[in-house]
Nanobody, 123 residues
């Protein structure tokens, strides 16, 4: 059974940085593509960044140049470095995993999800 546990969320002022982590268990980590999604109240869950088994990454336009996704296969951990944060980045952030090579920001492709970590950015 796949388990994903996020950490690292918190409150920060605009322009600040946070680093999210997602620890995974119950899977052959290197065979899974991974992603970060976020959901603000009243909004749909949207893809933020994704990384495939080979380390190829993809980003939503809204975070390009500010967020960096990475993975440590030795530690079974996914990261999201968030810099130059804006109030509109405020949301619950979720990590997700899917078996297979290709990374995608399509949430319907992911079948394993964490419980989320809250990020709040004040102006």
């Amino acid at each position: 059974q796949v388990q994903l546990v996020e950490s690292g969320g918190g409150s920060v002022q605009a322009g600040g940085s946070l680093r999210l982590s997602c620890a995974a268990s119950g899977l052959i980590y290197r065979r899974f593509s991974l992603a970060w999604f976020r959901q603000a109240p009243g909004n749909e869950r949207e893809g933020v960044a994704a990384i495939d088994t080979g380390g190829t990454t993809g980003y939503a336009n809204s975070v390009k140049g500010r967020f960096t996704i990475s993975r440590d296969n030795a530690r079974n951990t996914l990261y999201l470095q968030m810099d130059s944060l804006k109030p509109e980045d405020t949301a619950m952030y979720y990590c997700a995993a899917k078996y297979g090579l290709a990374q995608t920001l399509d949430r319907s492709q992911y079948n394993s999800w964490g419980q989320g970590t809250q990020v709040t950015v004040s102006s």
